[in-house]
């Protein structure tokens, strides 16, 4: 078998390897290497800059929601309070309109006894407590309240399993009343 000689001024054929590696042209694998090198630091430059914004943007919609968590926590506060409010003036003006049939009531009786008494004295109870309600706000209240629930629980408690009965007395009564006008409007048809 015969090798082909080459001499230092003969480049060896297309495709010809020397027993020492490649011996292509250095400047232009040099330059290649260049190349493969500015691409990857230029791709590592978009990621980072791809990550930073991503970041960023995740920041912004971040400060977004809390932004909107807020608006939306301040106006379902707001709508509270003016709900609050509304019961607020609605049981004053309710109280103050019992406080003035209790007085009619006691006022029209021609004879004082036992329940032209107790009338008299539910009014003047009545009015007392429309007016304590009216010069305070609806957070006022509930904060006296708790004052008193802590203050005094055993108290508390039973005040409210009697406010709870009478409600409940006076629902069922409006009931019976709405019931009963109902079935003597369709018994006279």
Not at 28 to 53: F, N
Not at 70 to 95: F, I, K, M, P
Request: aromatic fraction near 4%; avoid cysteine; glycine fraction near 10%.
């Amino acid at each position: 078998m015969s090798y082909p000689q080459y001499t230092q001024d003969t480049p060896p054929a297309h495709g010809a390897q020397s027993g020492y590696g490649d011996q292509s042209d250095p400047d232009q694998s040099g330059s290649m290497t260049d190349h493969a090198a500015q691409a990857a630091e230029q791709g590592k430059q978009a990621v980072g800059e791809v990550a930073q914004s991503a970041t960023e943007r995740a920041v912004e919609v971040k400060d977004e929601a809390v932004r909107q968590a807020r608006d939306l926590a301040g106006e379902a506060r707001s709508q509270l309070a003016g709900q609050a409010t509304q019961q607020h003036r609605a049981l004053v003006d309710n109280l103050r309109n019992l406080s003035g049939e209790l007085d009619r009531m006691s006022r029209s009786s021609d004879e004082s006894g036992i329940a032209t008494e107790l009338a008299s004295r539910a009014q003047q109870h009545t009015s007392t407590l429309a007016d304590w309600l009216d010069s305070r706000e609806p957070t006022q209240i509930l904060g006296e309240v708790r004052d008193f629930a802590r203050q005094r629980p055993g108290t508390f408690l039973i005040g409210a399993l009697a406010a709870g009965v009478v409600a409940g007395r006076l629902a069922r009564g409006a009931v019976q009343v709405h019931t009963g006008d109902d079935t003597a409007g369709a018994a006279s048809n």
